[in-house]
């Protein structure tokens, strides 16, 4: 950064989770990527209650604070709007900040919904901003090392891409209603936040999906009503109950443009799995097998292996010729979630800089948003749906 031409000012929505998962980006991507060529600046952080926006703009760095995103919005000394608040408001404020002129990051799945999604694209490039979706997973130097290795032909023409979701945060029936699990501000739950992940790693691998069959379901349809949220998945309970109103588990099939078969599963209720994002892609050539709990590794199946020795390796993807880790440490020395973010924010600060596209943008957050709809279409009518 020591280089770093120009600064963008950040003016970031919402503190909670990911307020901290992207303000921690902004503060550390400058002092691990020499090559940034926009420094981010923590300028404005936004939230709706006065005492609790103040107190996270200390903790996280940022220079100022306002109550209302439209605040934000006029004002000169902000570049790039980021947007880590619940589904429900993401299309309001990506289209207002688009308006504004302003550049627009916003955390996955891009909208609750296609119309909302379509809206927000619509604004970014009748205004001509730069816009970006987090799928942060596409930054893990394993998954942009299997992205390397299937556009090289390693593994062949791709039969087979097999996702799992797995995590276990509310298997209690005593934990409460938080927003994740309100369908009117989430969305979906398994599905929109789990699959979301799934289903854009499947579309940056393997391409489009075009037809799909699926199923979501609730098991846990009443729990205690929040009293207080925390900032990490939870908050204490209630003793009043209330309803659930989006899914716990999701499952689909899916045919890809490639004729690649799909199957997905996300869930919320796999007791003993914590992030367990899982995936396997089976090719003519060979196999990748990816997991988020294992994220510096990628085993790989070559099947022109000699016979003698033919088996599963594991990559360390923890050296230099690794996508982003000669950023980081020596050999080995491992990183972990908090880097996704920096290695997104690098991407993305620097293409944004640049004038180029950035990838994932919102286009690629729209083609995510319609495979969603169409399997929660396809729930609904018990029917195979077009994407
Ligand atoms: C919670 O389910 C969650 O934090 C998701 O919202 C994230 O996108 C995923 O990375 C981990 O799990």
New binding site residues.
């Given amino acids: 950064m020591a280089g770093a031409a120009r600064k963008i000012n950040i003016g970031l929505v919402g503190y909670q ?1 990911m307020g901290k998962a992207h303000s921690n980006a902004f503060r550390q991507v400058g002092k691990f990527f020499p090559d940034l060529e926009a420094e981010p600046v923590l300028k404005a952080l936004c939230g709706r209650s006065e005492e609790k926006v103040k107190a996270a703009a200390d903790k996280f760095g940022f220079e100022s604070y306002e109550t209302d995103y439209r605040k934000l919005l006029e004002r000169d000394d902000i570049d790039l709007i980021d947007i880590v608040t619940p589904g429900n408001s993401h299309a309001e404020i990506a289209v207002a900040a688009a308006n504004a002129g302003k550049m627009v990051v916003c955390e ?1 799945p891009l909208a609750n919904t296609v119309p909302e999604a379509e809206a927000m694209l619509r604004a970014a490039r009748e205004n001509n901003v730069p816009n970006a979706v987090c799928f ?2 596409r930054r893990i130097p394993a998954i942009a090392l299997a992205k390397k290795m299937i556009a090289e032909g390693r593994i062949g023409k791709v039969f087979h891409f097999r996702g799992v979701y797995l ?1 276990d ?1 509310i298997v209690d029936p005593n934990f409460p209603i938080v927003w ?1 699990l309100q369908g009117d501000v989430a969305g979906s739950g398994s599905h929109g ?2 699959n979301a ?1 799934l289903i854009d790693i499947a579309h940056y691998l393997v391409g489009p999906i075009t037809e799909v069959s699926g199923m979501l379901d609730t098991f846990i349809k009443q729990r205690p009503l929040l009293a207080e949220s925390d900032d990490r ?1 939870g908050g204490k309970a209630s003793d009043q109950m209330g309803e659930v109103t989006v899914d716990d588990s999701s499952i689909f099939i899916a045919r890809f443009d490639s004729g690649t078969l799909g199957t997905f599963e996300a869930t ?1 209720l796999a007791p003993g799995r914590k ?1 367990h ?1 899982r995936w396997e892609i089976n090719g003519e050539k060979g196999s990748l097998v990816f997991n988020m709990e294992r994220m510096n590794e990628l085993e790989y199946y070559n099947a022109d292996d000699p016979e003698d020795v033919r088996g599963f390796r594991v990559i360390q993807t923890t050296d230099n010729p690794h996508p982003y880790t000669a950023n980081y440490w020596p050999a080995g020395h491992i990183i972990g979630y908090e880097h996704t973010f920096i290695n997104f924010f690098h991407d993305v600060l620097n293409d944004f800089a640049a004038g180029r596209p950035t990838h994932p943008d919102f286009a690629d957050g729209l083609a995510c948003q319609k495979v969603l709809d169409a399997v929660d279409r396809s729930s609904k009518n018990r029917a195979w749906e077009q994407v």
């Fill in positions: 989770f996955k942060n997973y995590q945060w994740r936040d789990l992940h998945l919320r992030n994002s």
